[in-house]
């Protein structure tokens, strides 16, 4: 029997690209099955008619500054709802990750990431970029990279693995497919917690 990560994806209604976030979803879930995860995504799409203010800002940017790791898990639970524990890892999908003193600001620095994560805790905030300036730049690993994240792993020196900072190499040649076992135990460990106790 597959193990199930059950997914919120948060998408404002101007992202709301099916095509696109459906070969994104398809292709992380693929890449830890085809390293030995038998896990399969159980994705429900609540979607987001206005900005939030708390998260989102007026262009459906995310700013690194104010949503800070206690505003990104309670956004998650206030998201998913109900008492107790949060038993659902929460994406929010973004036009675009920026750093900005305030939500009011409209001077914005894109901070180059296209996704950000807490570790551990079952949330990311993933970018739908446009266009991909780089091969393997916010693509369907790039959201494995950053859900291996929230189910609990950091950043690795290989840059083999799927877990490096950059799966790309400076001449464009695309890296970071690998997963380890012991990796694919916490991530497993980290969903079946999830799935049983919340967060």
């Not at 994406?91 to 901070?111: E, K, S, W």
């Not at 929230?150 to 290989?158: E, R």
């Amino acid at each position: 029997m597959p193990q199930t990560l059950p997914i919120t994806l948060v998408v404002p209604n101007p992202l709301n690209d099916v095509a696109k976030i459906g070969m994104l979803l398809g292709t992380a879930e693929t890449a830890f099955q085809v390293n030995g995860w038998d896990v399969k995504f159980d994705v429900e799409i609540k979607y987001l008619d206005r900005p939030d203010g708390a998260i989102y800002d007026q262009r459906y940017c995310i700013r690194t500054s104010q949503a800070t790791v206690p505003v990104m898990l309670q956004a998650a639970r206030q998201i998913v709802g109900g008492n107790g524990a949060r038993k659902r890892y929460v994406v929010f999908l973004c036009d675009m990750i920026v750093d900005a003193p305030n939500m009011q600001t409209t001077t914005v620095t894109p901070t180059g990431a296209n996704g950000e994560s807490v570790t551990g805790g079952a949330v990311s905030s993933l970018s739908l970029i446009s266009r991909k300036s780089t091969v393997g730049n916010a693509d369907g690993r790039t959201w494995a990279h950053e859900i291996g994240h929230g189910l609990g792993l950091g950043h690795v020196a290989d840059t083999d693995n799927f877990m490096s900072a950059s799966r790309h190499l400076a001449n464009g040649q695309i890296t970071g497919f690998d997963i380890t076992k012991e990796q694919l135990v916490t991530m497993a460990q980290h969903c079946l917690a999830l799935v049983k106790d919340g967060v």
